[in-house]
């Protein structure tokens, strides 16, 4: 019998609706692990098992019920442990998802009969003052308020000055994370099947200053001259910073998702963004 996770927002899933339909769906087929923000709305007896960040390795895959963001959290609650993730959207775009709303249980059932694919996709690790962030989206690094104005931000890539950006902030971004922060911001989009770095200033004050994409085995250093910053990790606050060095590089482990045959990104894209 599968063991399968289920992690929900109750924030997009009001009164839990379709995470209760999941778990019934799923109930006499798999072992079930549920997070505890399902448990209050369960009875006292309901035999599930609690997902931690421990036993999610053990896992076949996790359901996730809600936005984008509630897949960023999910996995960084699981602390990015090495097991599928599959999606179904309760929130807006849904760039994560593998299913919407409405078909929920074709796909559910799909999976269940192992008819899936796993698609991996590049993590970005972060070192900062002795402490070390993972993200599946990216790091923003912006300036902390707006009367300070811009930041100076001097960027190398292996130890080599590539530019000094006097810039509202800068995006540091993997491939999955193209499609989110910035893409507004005017950057590009990239397949998430790619090994790399985007780095794209934000409002620079310079023409010349473009988004660049690096290699996944080049090393991305930023120093923040001038300026305070604030810094969010898959849009959650991380700290304030002043004087502050980062390191990135893509992290040595990446993330599963669970994919199906109809499941195209650029068809996904379109029809999201247009």
């Known amino acids: 019998m599968k063991k399968i996770g289920i992690m929900t927002n109750p924030k997009r899933d009001i009164d839990l609706e379709y995470t209760k339909?999941?778990?019934?769906?799923?109930?006499?087929?798999?072992h079930?692990?549920?997070?505890?923000?399902?448990?209050?709305?369960?009875?006292?007896?309901?035999?599930?098992t609690l997902?931690?960040?421990?036993?999610?390795?053990?896992?076949?895959?996790?359901?996730?019920?809600?936005?984008?963001?509630?897949?960023?959290?999910s996995l960084a609650l699981m602390d990015y442990a090495d097991v599928p993730l599959l999606g179904i959207n309760l929130g807006r775009l849904g760039f994560l998802a593998a299913a919407e709303r409405y078909e929920w249980q074709y796909y559910l059932d799909l999976a269940l009969k192992g008819t899936y694919r796993l698609e991996q996709r590049s993590l970005l690790?972060?070192?900062?003052?002795?402490?070390?962030?993972i993200a599946l989206n990216d790091?923003?690094?912006f300036r902390a308020c707006e009367e300070g104005g811009v930041i100076s931000l001097d960027v190398y890539?292996?130890?080599?000055?590539?530019?000094?950006?006097?810039?509202?902030?800068?995006?540091?971004?993997?491939p999955t994370g193209s499609t989110a922060y910035s893409l507004a911001a005017g950057g590009p989009i990239m397949s998430p099947k790619t090994e790399a770095i985007l780095l794209n200033p934000i409002n620079p004050h310079s023409l010349s200053n473009r988004a660049i994409i690096i290699g996944p085995d080049e090393t991305v250093k930023i120093?923040?001259?001038?300026?305070?910053?604030?810094?969010?990790?898959?849009?959650?606050?991380?700290?304030?910073a002043v004087d502050s060095v980062f390191t990135f590089s893509?992290?040595?482990?990446?993330?599963?998702?669970?994919?199906?045959e109809k499941h195209n990104f650029y068809t996904n894209v379109y029809k999201k963004i247009k």
């Open 139 to 141: 790091v923003v690094i």
């Open 157 to 174: 890539i292996d130890n080599v000055l590539l530019a000094e950006y006097f810039a509202d902030g800068i995006i540091i971004s993997t």
């Open 32 to 48: 079930i692990y549920i997070e505890d923000e399902i448990i209050p709305y369960l009875p006292k007896d309901h035999g599930f």
């Open 223 to 240: 120093i923040l001259k001038k300026g305070g910053a604030e810094v969010r990790c898959d849009g959650d606050f991380y700290a304030k």
């Open 125 to 133: 690790s972060m070192e900062h003052m002795g402490n070390k962030r």
């Open 21 to 30: 339909n999941v778990i019934g769906f799923l109930q006499n087929k798999a």
């Open 250 to 260: 893509l992290h040595e482990t990446k993330a599963r998702f669970v994919v199906f």
């Open 51 to 73: 997902l931690t960040a421990q036993n999610a390795k053990e896992l076949d895959f996790v359901v996730i019920l809600g936005g984008d963001g509630t897949i960023l959290d």
